[in-house]
């Protein structure tokens, strides 16, 4: 019933992206235009969705292959998109929750909706029963702090923060024993996003790297990049920044719904081969959930 709901609310958050583009797709599919015209406006569509020109050559090469095959071209379009969506996720599944804390760096620029999206994050493992920490290190920003309290208030999960301006590497020492004191299953670390002042950031991010490192073998367990569906190529870019500064396990991706550049997500994914974790499609808490590369493309295409 919970799988169902979502993906309720998936197809009702990708309502944009779906009529921005894959109704299109529809319509050349069903325009009885002539297969070089289909393919030609299938590009053009591809493109303009931010599907990038590295996925887009993909896919369309792979329409027009099984063409010669009597395939639809819609079927194999589906069909290519999912297999390329799976290859990216099979690269990095992340392994069990042992020995606890299991580590999980969040980076993101500003504005992306990182405080709020580590807190679902947080609230998803509270619900599976494991013990969840949250670590304020983004010291840049005072708003930072107090967003990532009053979520975790509101969720009853445990912040550990230090005052703004305070080193947000010892910050992190100081989450990292609090964790293990308190006994915690998972440990989120919030970061500073400001990519105005890049070669700052990322000295400060690989700091944080080696000081959770040093105190638990094996941390970060995951490194997550927060990204905004609605900024398009602007995310791909962010994408390529922090995965030139650091190993990045994997993405999210959040307001879905607010914008018809859902096509992101194949474009990082095939440039960049990190996969995409978890989407977020509203701002309820339930609304950012782990990513389904074939319930994806089924809620872009299905209208019902």
């Known amino acids: 019933m919970e799988k169902n709901s979502f993906f309720q609310r998936l197809r009702k958050g990708l309502a944009k992206t779906r009529e921005g583009w894959t109704q299109k797709l529809e319509e050349i599919f069903q325009g009885g235009q002539s297969p070089e015209e289909t393919i030609a406006a299938l590009e053009e569509i591809l493109l303009s969705a931010d599907v990038g020109v590295k996925a887009t050559d993909r896919l369309v090469e792979s329409v027009r292959r099984q063409s010669w095959t009597g395939l639809p071209p819609s079927i194999s379009l589906k069909q290519e998109m999912i297999a390329l969506l799976k290859e990216a996720e099979k690269k990095s599944a992340p392994a069990p929750l042992s020995p606890p804390p299991w580590v999980i760096l969040c980076l993101g620029v500003n504005g992306v909706g990182k405080p709020t999206t580590i807190v679902k994050l947080a609230a998803r493992y509270q619900k599976e029963g494991k013990k969840t920490l949250l670590i304020a290190a983004d010291t840049f ?3 930072a702090i107090e967003q990532l309290e009053a979520w975790g208030a509101r969720i009853g999960v445990e912040v550990i923060k230090h005052q703004p301006g305070a080193d947000p590497s010892a910050v992190a020492f100081d ?3 609090a964790a293990e004191r308190r006994k915690a299953d998972v440990v989120l670390i919030d970061t500073a996003g400001r990519l105005h002042t890049k070669v700052h950031l990322v000295e400060e991010l690989k700091k944080i790297r080696r000081v959770i490192a040093r105190e638990q073998p094996g941390a970060p367990h995951e490194t997550l990049l927060v990204l905004d569906a609605t900024t398009g190529q602007n995310a791909l870019q ?8 650091l190993d990045v396990s994997g993405i999210v991706l959040t307001k879905l719904d607010g914008t018809a550049r859902g096509g992101i997500i194949i474009g990082i994914q095939e440039e ?5 974790q978890y989407i977020g499609v509203g701002e309820d808490i339930d609304d950012l959930q782990p990513f389904d590369p074939a319930a994806f493309i089924h809620g872009l295409f299905e209208k019902n």
């Open 175 to 177: 989450g990292i024993h």
């Open 141 to 143: 920003r005072a708003a």
């Open 272 to 276: 960049l081969g990190i996969p995409v």
């Open 238 to 245: 962010q994408a390529r920044i922090f995965k030139e500064a």
